[in-house]
Every structure is written in C-alpha cells, then in structure tokens.
C-alpha cells in the first residue's frame, strides 16, 4: 500500500522534482531530509503524546521519500549508491518511528503488553531487512515474508493516528501485537527460503 501511495504522490510531485533539479538539489538531499523529517517527527511529537501529529508528518516525509526516485531518474543519477543510501536511511527512520511509540507507551506506564510489542517491533524490525541483506550478499533470495516494510509502517502508522484522534489505545496495542507476530513469521520465512537454497551447495 505504502509503495502504491508513494508511486501516486511521485506522480503528483513530478513538478517538484524538476524544480529541485533545476535549483541544484540533489536527489541525496532530499532523502536525508526525508530521514531526518521522520525521525524528527516521530522521537519528538509521539513521545510527547501528539500522535496524530506525528503520523501526518511522518506520512508527509514517508510520502516525499519517492520525490528523490524521481529526480534521481530524471537526472539519470540512479544507480547502486542511492538504493544503498535510501535502503540505510530507511532503517533509521522505521526505528525512529518504533521508539517514538515505545516512548509514549512506557510514558503512560499503563501498557507494558504494547510497550513489549513495540520493543519487539523495533528489534525485528532490523531483523527482517538483514536477512534478505545477508541472503543477497551471499548470492540466494529472500525476498518472501507477511510483514513487508510498507506493511508495517501502513498498519502502525495509521492505528497510532486514529489512536491520536480518540480511538481506544488497545487499537494500537493488538496492532503492534500483530506486526511483532507477522515480523516474526517473516524471519523463519526467510531462513526457511534460504535454507532451501542453500541446500544443493551444501549436499555438493
């Protein structure tokens, strides 16, 4: 969902790539400033309590992620070091998003289910993009799982926003629940897959 809505908002800002190409602002530039809106956002409102706030700025930033896609192939500057930069700084800002939420929760001090989940989340959460890292470095995929990255921000995001317009907190708890037991899934998926492919290299 969250690639279709940043492919959408591409198309909608392919103006504002060429003007940011045409002042000299590097497709690198605004994913740094995409990252750092993010993390911005999410370790300063949603610690604070402002979580819808908080989720409209990180979908803002989230959204103008693909702004820099866009100029990198309308400048013919893509190639391996911007996937490497994006896909890095896409760590960041999936931890940032994570610990903000742990923050609130520990704050309120009445959820230490969610507050579990949520550290959960923040630790598969780096888990899950390393084993399909590591299964390519050595050559095989692993690019199978439930709990894609745009899945995961989609549900957490939009549950912490409705939370912060007046939904009951436990939304966010079961979410986070949810995401912790699929990122899970996800990970024996990949290793799984991996020992599958390994399997011929092994029997030679």
Known sequence: ??????????????????????????????????????????????????????????????????????MARMSGRSGPWGAFLDSTLDRFADAAIF??????????????????????????????????????????????????RADRLTAVLTAAGLVGLGVTPALLTVVLGLLAVASAVTVVQRMVTVRRQSRPAVAG
Request: net charge neutral.
């Open 1 to 70: 969902m969250l690639s279709r809505l940043r492919d959408g908002v591409g198309r909608l800002f392919a103006p504002l790539a060429r003007g940011l190409l045409r002042i000299g602002v590097s497709p690198d530039a605004v994913t740094i400033t995409g990252t750092l809106g993010v993390m911005v956002a999410a370790l300063w409102l949603f610690p604070l309590g402002y979580l819808f706030a908080g989720t409209m700025v990180c979908w803002f930033f989230a959204m103008s992620d693909a702004v820099d896609g866009l």
């Open 99 to 148: 610990t903000g939420i742990l923050l609130w929760l520990v704050g309120r001090g009445d959820d230490p289910l969610g507050a579990g989940f949520a550290l959960a989340c923040l630790v598969l959460g780096s888990i899950v993009p390393y084993a399909r890292a590591r299964a390519e470095g050595l050559g095989m995929t692993a690019s199978v799982g439930i709990a894609e």
